[in-house]
């Protein structure tokens, strides 16, 4: 059964870093989104992306951060420099149509120290 | 803005017993609904969702749930708990209303715990 996979499974790194996290999602599906989960807190949404383009972001989403599918297959996420606050649970999601199940990935789990 | 409401963050059940999981939502349009599963140190699994028909929906592991449009719920049972529906839940929501692109927004999740 396809799924999506995310890479690396755990990044740790120092304050200010740059980091890219990832992902290859569900061959077939056009739709693909990124979301973060804050230990103990619930799952949020950070982007979409549609037809090359990111389609919505939330406020979360700022200027240190960016998306790109640079190749036809991954999907990845960029944060330009990283603050504690960043150290959550990333999760990558993809579907076939915007309305449809979304199926996540595994997650990276990203320590920033 | 669409919001999720998950009633109680902890639950525990004991084996055989009835798995009962709330969730209410607000939404300015019908929305689509969604239950997923995170066992521990794994990403999110749908268990089941709703998005037009048959407000009783039925999922995998024996899960099933209702939409109730009137009470803008659509809560999470299951009548046998097993030992391995130990795991957290989360409900979810899509705005519907023919949006091309739409992002699930999340309830706080709920952790079931399943006593021998």
């Known amino acids: 059964e396809p799924e999506v996979t995310q890479t690396p499974s755990h990044q740790v790194t120092q304050m200010g870093q740059e980091v890219i996290l990832r992902c290859v999602p569900i061959s077939n599906h056009l739709y693909f989104y990124w979301y973060r989960q804050i230990l103990g807190q619930k799952v949020e949404f950070l982007v979409s992306f549609y037809n090359n383009e990111i389609s919505e972001k939330s406020e979360i989403f700022d200027d240190q951060f960016s998306v790109e599918r640079p190749d036809g297959s991954n999907f990845t996420l960029k944060i330009r420099s990283t603050k504690l606050e960043d150290s959550a649970m990333y999760f990558c999601?993809?579907?076939?149509?915007?309305?449809?199940?979304?199926?996540f990935g595994p997650g990276t789990r990203l320590t920033v120290l | 803005a669409q919001s999720v409401t998950q009633l109680g963050s902890h639950v525990s059940v004991s084996e055989g017993a009835l798995v009962l999981l709330r969730c209410n939502y607000s939404?300015?349009?019908?929305?689509?609904l969604f239950w997923y599963v995170q066992y521990p140190n794994q990403g999110l699994q749908l268990l089941l969702k709703?998005?037009?028909?048959?407000?009783l929906v039925k999922g995998i592991n024996g899960f099933e749930a209702e939409f109730k449009k009137s009470e803008t719920s659509f809560h999470l049972t299951k009548p046998s708990a097993h030992m391995s529906d130990a795991a957290e839940y989360f409900c979810?929501?899509?705005?519907?209303?023919?949006?091309?692109?739409?992002?699930?927004?999340f309830g706080g999740g709920t952790r079931v715990l399943v006593k021998p």
């Open positions: 939404s300015s349009v019908p929305p689509y």
């Open positions: 979810a929501v899509i705005q519907g209303g023919g949006a091309a692109v739409n992002k699930l927004t």
């Open positions: 709703y998005t037009t028909g048959a407000t």
């Open positions: 999601a993809s579907c076939g149509t915007g309305v449809d199940t979304q199926y």
